[in-house]
């Protein structure tokens, strides 16, 4: 039998298995569910960069800024989630100069810390980087482990009250009188939950699940391909120093290198091409960086899709529209009892956690403050434990599948 909780968090990625610990620690009655295992969607199909902020310095300050907090935070509180790589911002003789200068100009603006390279000094801090870098700076990027960060955050939420069910999808939503009134969930648990707030942290999927109450979310996804090849000899994350593009980061993994991006919209985050192009491309932008990628044995190729928010879609790559994150009360449609977060990054998800769980407290009249900025989370000085935490919620996902080395998912 399945007790009624008072808040509902539908999707186990970073968003939600944040937002359910941040409501648990503030002594909220909470179940979190996941259609799959925990971090099975986006965020355990990312690159896994903690970003510095300096990729959105000179587009998007706010979001820069909050990257930033962010990752100082995480080095704060998230032990073996997360490893102190440092990363470079490289510039190729092809590569226009002015936008290097805006970058690291937006950079100090920022408050992120950078260091300039001539293109020797740069190729004496990375083997094999490209004899075309002409210069670099450093940033204070790092690489994060979705899989732990997302595991330690339930496992903190469970411990602290909260019921965990991965692999339990939301089926339906029944909404009567303007409020949400039942949850159909499927899977495990398979019953109906009758919650006072529902939170709808489902990423990519938050317009299906929106739907499902009659609200709307305007997202606008967009899928990008990883390429994992194998690589030992890497230490900082590699992004390239030009205006967005196909294949522009590097980042380190334990004996291999993940290589990415592409931006491609797609209709539906679960039906889409995965064509051959993206793939190739990937690997030979990557490879202007760090030429020896190009010949190295491809280990897993896979895919995810970005949960972008744009009710009035931007860029026809969808690369134009902001990584900052929205939260949208949709009493507004018609449908109280129901909260969506969307859009943000891997990188920002404790504080979309924080923003949401303020939203869900005050709706419920709850006064408590947020402690998931101090609190450091569990298990994350302790890898064997954090691993078999993974285990416990679905295993590890195609980003972090080297480093985790339990189960792994791959779409190739
Ligand atoms: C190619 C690519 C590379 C990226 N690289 C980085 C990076 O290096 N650094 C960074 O900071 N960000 C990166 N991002 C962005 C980042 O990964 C995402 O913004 C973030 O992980 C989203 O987390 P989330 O929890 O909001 O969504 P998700 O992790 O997708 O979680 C949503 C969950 O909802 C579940 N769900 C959906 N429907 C239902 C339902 N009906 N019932 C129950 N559960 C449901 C899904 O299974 C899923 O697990 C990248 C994104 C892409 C696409």
Redesign the pocket.
Known sequence: MTTDPTVLV?????????VARDLALRDVDVML???????????????????SGARYAEADLESAEE?LAENRILKDIAGACIRDTGGLFVRLAEDNEDYFERKMAACNAAGIEVQRLDGDEAREQVAGLSDDVVEAFRVPDRV?Y?SRL?AANAADAEAHGAAVRPH????DVTVSNERIDSVELGGDVDGTVRPEIVVN??????G??AE?AGATVGMAP?????VAVEYDDLEPVLNRCREPDDGD?I?PHEGEVVL????VPVDDPDEYDRPDWEVERSVSECAAMLPSVADARTVRTW?????LYAPDEAGSDRRGIS?GFTVIDHADEGVSGLVS?????????RR?AEVTADRVCAGLGIDATCETATRRLPAVDDTERLDELVGQYGGANP?DSSTVGTTTAVDE
């Not at 259609?35 to 896994?48: E, I, V, Y």
């Not at 895919?303 to 949960?307: A, K, L």
């Open positions: 539908v999707g186990g990625g970073a968003t939600g298995a944040g569910v996941d259609r799959d295992g925990l971090a099975s969607g986006t965020s355990g199909r990312s690159h896994g960069l903690l970003h990257c994060v979705p997302v339990t999808p939301v089926t942290a489902a990423g990519a999927w938050a299906q699940l499902m967009s899928r990008g391909v990883m980061i980042v990415g991006t592409t931006s895919w995810g899709v970005r949960p990584r977060v969307v859009g943000g990054k891997l990188t920002t998800y979309m980003t």
